[in-house]
């Protein structure tokens, strides 16, 4: 039974072959002639037709201009030679590695890959692809040949063959215009496939579709059912079948494929005449001795309308005016992202606008009608101005950010950040800006990332995620630390208003007036909440806690203990100026004695990180190695883990506690 399925899927690989290939090359003397990227266009009253024809040939060949007759539905006309060079050339090096292939096979694969990219053109694109159990691209179309043999040399044998998954994957990242090849090297038939013959038909059909010529080296295999799909995959743009039994012979048939793309030629043909629809054109010609033939079918596309009225011609968009071809259709397929994009920037506009003048808490309401009446540059906000400028959609998104933020247990610090920087904000109005932030991130992510969209989406999503939280520690952290560097001169103040005669009361509402922020307002509203009734004392320590600032508390604990045991506060709170001052000096001596190993600590950190966004957008295939392959999973894991330690170890290192 195993040997009729064989027979069966061989003879239907065999017929899905002959059937996709209408036309079919002479080969004589080991000169193989393929026929791709053949394009039929037409404009006004003309029309055009155009092609590669791709020579394989142990000897070197080329086609004889003179030779070359294009035929379309049996009228001749007159057909140009050009080389190649300036076409769009890609080709994929599709490499079995099956367990069958052993350590030696593997060996092969590397010698005989890199013979191919030594003598392959400088202008041809190749990537890599591999298939075992499972099949995919390990490095698109590239320029860069040591990337590719670095890709191939990490390959290994093991597993089953997916062979038809294995050319799907080739062919779907060889999408476009321009010339495409594949070379396949295999030893076995597809063991993978559940319908086998429905997987050979859809593989069969993208290189069809794609105008990809297939050149195929069988090794070290006479399975018919092998044999017979391999010869399909070779039929269909006029690629060939070479067997090698060993290194030499493998090396010699990809030196053979690297070198067909030297001789590849673009033929090209005017027709004088409008035409529309399928057509059948015929071309013939000399390789050296060789004579060759295609006659195949092609599409000249719609016929265009006759108007009704005369018309002023339609000016050309200024890319297609001035012959620029992909351009287009790189726009297109970045639109939906820059869509998104300014999509989010809007929504991010809108909603910070909405929320603008609603940006603050009961509390700090209530506390500023009542400083209104003790400091008098403060200003009440106007309840019916708030209700008028609060749409409904912005209270349900408020609301429902209120109960999301409500039973988290981070709440209670990010509101202590919130007032530490001063920002006016509440829970839910800072969890609405953080989602907004990572939808921002991640569409600007999609956008700038080029081939790498979904890490630059990962990556965008991230840094949204996390810079909020940090450009809030970062304002918080500023602004305590300019309350601690203004807080000694604050002591000296009050220690002088005392000495003048003047209450404590009375020495803080001075502060309050006449220092800058943002000591000024934190002693504003310390001194609000004495006038509702709280101690003296629990104000300040409230702002110290606020603030959370050491100097603020010691100078709260030397006004108790002058309050409990007596003494001179004017006295006390000039000592403890000094002291505070002194501390800052010796806080900035120490900063400036550990700023290089601070400054090294951060390029070590952010050297990997600007590295790896760096090659995801210049050399994509060879960083995508990190998450494709299981050394490289390996690899990354170990990386991250090592950076995190690396940077505790440096953050404890140049820490210093004054």
Same mark, same amino acid.
């Given at each position: 039974?195993?040997?009729? =399925? ?24 080991d000169v193989t002639v393929g026929l791709s990227n053949v394009k039929a ?79 392959? @053109? ?20 590239? #320029? ?5 043999? =670095?890709?191939?040399?990490? #390959? ?111 033929? %090209? ?35 265009? @309308? ?48 909405? #929320? ?28 019916? +101005? ?64 080029? +081939? ?39 002591? #000296? ?23 800058? +922020? ?18 003296? %004392? ?54 400036t004695l550990s700023a290089e190993g601070r400054l090294s600590a951060y ?47 440096? =953050? ?7």
């Amino acid at each position: 039974m195993r040997l009729l =399925r064989r027979i069966a899927v061989g003879l239907s690989a065999l017929a899905v072959g002959l059937v996709g290939v209408p036309g079919t090359a002479v080969a004589a003397l080991d000169v193989t002639v393929g026929l791709s990227n053949v394009k039929a266009t037409t404009s006004g009253s003309a029309s055009s037709l155009s092609g590669v024809i791709t020579l394989r040939s142990k000897i070197d060949v080329q086609v004889d201009p003179a030779s070359l007759k294009v035929k379309v539905d049996g009228q001749e006309y007159p057909a140009t030679v050009k080389q190649a060079a300036k076409l769009d050339r890609r080709a994929m090096l599709v490499i079995d590695t099956s367990g069958s292939m052993g350590a030696q096979g593997m060996a092969t694969v590397r010698k005989a890959s890199a013979t191919y990219l030594s003598t392959v @053109p400088a202008d041809v694109k190749v990537g890599v692809a591999s298939f075992a159990d499972t099949a995919g691209v390990d490095l698109p179309p590239t #320029l860069d040949r040591a990337a590719a043999q =670095r890709v191939i040399n990490g #390959l290994d044998s093991r597993g089953d063959t997916s062979l038809y998954a294995g050319m799907q994957s080739a062919a779907a990242v060889l999408s476009g215009t321009g010339d495409r090849s594949i070379v396949l090297l295999s030893d076995g038939a597809d063991t993978m496939a559940g319908d086998k013959v429905k997987a050979l038909q859809d593989a069969l059909a993208k290189l069809r579709a794609g105008g990809i010529r297939v050149d195929v080296v069988r090794f070290k295999s006479n399975d018919p059912e092998a044999t017979a799909a391999l010869q399909s995959f070779a039929a269909v743009n006029g690629g060939s079948v070479v067997s090698a039994e060993d290194t030499a012979g493998a090396a010699a048939a990809f030196q053979a494929s690297a070198q067909a793309l030297s001789r590849q030629v673009q033929f %090209s043909t005017t027709i004088p005449k409008a035409l529309a629809g399928q057509h059948t054109y015929e071309i013939t010609g000399m390789a050296g001795t060789t004579g060759f033939g295609f006659s195949r079918q092609i599409d000249f596309g719609a016929a265009a @309308p006759a108007p009704a009225t005369p018309a002023v011609p339609a000016t050309p968009a200024p890319a297609q005016a001035a012959g620029v071809g992909p351009a287009p259709v790189l726009v297109a397929s970045r639109t939906p992202f820059i869509a998104a994009a300014l999509l989010g920037l809007a929504l991010f506009v809108v909603i910070g606008t909405a #929320l603008a003048p609603t940006l603050q808490t009961k509390r700090e309401r209530r506390v500023a009608a009542i400083g209104a009446y003790v400091v008098g540059d403060t200003v009440a906000l106007s309840r019916q +101005e708030m209700k008028a400028a609060q749409s409904t959609i912005t209270a349900q998104l408020l609301d429902m950010g209120d109960r999301v933020m409500k039973d988290r247990k981070s709440t209670s610090k990010t509101m202590s950040l919130i007032e530490r920087a001063d920002l006016p904000f509440r829970a839910g109005e800072w969890l609405v800006l953080r989602v907004i932030a990572v939808i921002v991130g991640a569409a600007l992510g999609m956008v700038f990332a080029g +081939e790498a969209k979904f890490v630059g989406l990962f990556i965008g999503g991230v840094l949204g995620l996390l810079l909020m939280p940090l450009g809030l520690r970062f304002a918080a952290s500023r602004r305590a630390r300019k309350f601690e560097a203004q807080l000694p001169q604050i002591l #000296l103040l009050i220690s002088t208003s005392l000495r003048s005669g003047f209450g404590l009361p009375q020495s803080l509402d001075a502060v309050a007036r006449d220092a800058a +922020e943002p000591a000024g307002k934190e002693f504003s509203r310390a001194l609000a909440e004495t006038r509702i009734g709280t101690d003296i %004392s629990d104000a300040l320590e409230r702002v110290a806690d606020r603030m959370e600032s050491k100097s603020m508390h010691w100078t709260v604990m030397a006004i108790r203990i002058q309050r409990e045991v007596g003494g001179n506060l004017a006295d006390t709170l000039r000592t403890t100026a000094g002291t505070l001052r002194e501390r800052e000096s010796l806080h900035r001596q120490v900063a400036t004695l550990s700023a290089e190993g601070r400054l090294s600590a951060y390029i070590l950190i952010a050297l990997p990180i600007f590295i790896f966004l760096y090659m995801t957008r210049v050399n994509y295939g060879y960083v995508s190695l990190l998450w494709t392959t299981m050394p490289g999973l390996f690899m990354t894991g170990f990386g991250l883990v090592s950076l995190g330690i690396g940077i505790v170890w440096m =953050r404890k290192v140049v820490q210093i506690e004054v």
